[in-house]
């Protein structure tokens, strides 16, 4: 048998670990992407471009431009990058309304410390899909650009890196987020099985 109270500690310090590992990933560098991962990023962009069209990248390689290659796969990532995220962030409502209702049930009565424990760490998965994952590059970067400069060539080059440092933030978040969820059921799983073989009572 294990005692409510061994339970509920155990989930308290898993949510302060968490919450721990979640301010520290907070200061991860590909939340403010620096010049070597943006150029990763380029060269990634590079890779997609020729899988894409090996011919057409090539004749573009010879003439020594690859931009437009790189820009179409830029906002093709974003895009299902986005939706992913969407989906994900339905999946995180689902968890959490489903700890919620658990409450409810009788069963779970000595656990609901745990529950909330569980409700707390999921609350910073759904806000990472849907303010992150969701968050999208609007008219007002882009003034905020032309007030810095009029150069077009510059203009075009800070509109490419902003989306390029949105990509990587979002692809941050997702794996984050995507990952916490693979965990999330790995937990419910094994919680589901201590039950039902009767270790809880």
Wanted: charged fraction near 20%; aromatic fraction near 8%; proline fraction near 1%.
């Amino acid at each position: 048998m294990i005692d409510y109270n061994i339970v509920n500690c155990l989930a308290f310090s898993g949510l302060v670990i968490w919450l721990i590992y979640l301010a520290l990933w907070c200061k991860d560098p590909c939340l403010n992407p620096d010049a070597a991962s943006l150029r990763s990023l380029e060269r990634r962009l590079s890779g997609y471009a020729a899988l894409k069209d090996m011919r057409r990248s090539r004749q573009r390689r010879n003439s020594g431009s690859r931009g437009g290659d790189n820009f179409e796969v830029l906002l093709g990532i974003l895009k299902k990058t986005e939706a992913k995220s969407l989906g994900l962030s339905t999946v995180w409502s689902l968890a959490i309304t489903s700890l919620v209702a658990a409450f409810a049930i009788e069963a779970f009565k000595g656990y609901r410390f745990t529950l909330m424990c569980l409700i707390i760490g999921s609350l910073p998965m759904i806000c990472l899909s849907l303010v992150v994952g969701m968050n999208h590059v609007s008219q007002r970067h882009y003034d905020k650009i032309e007030i810095e400069t009029t150069d077009v060539r510059l203009v075009r080059s800070r509109m490419k890196k902003q989306l390029m440092c949105d990509l990587l933030m979002k692809e941050k978040a997702l794996d984050l987020a995507s990952d916490a969820a693979g965990g999330f059921v790995i937990l419910m799983m094994v919680l589901g099985c201590m039950s039902l073989s009767g270790q809880f009572h």
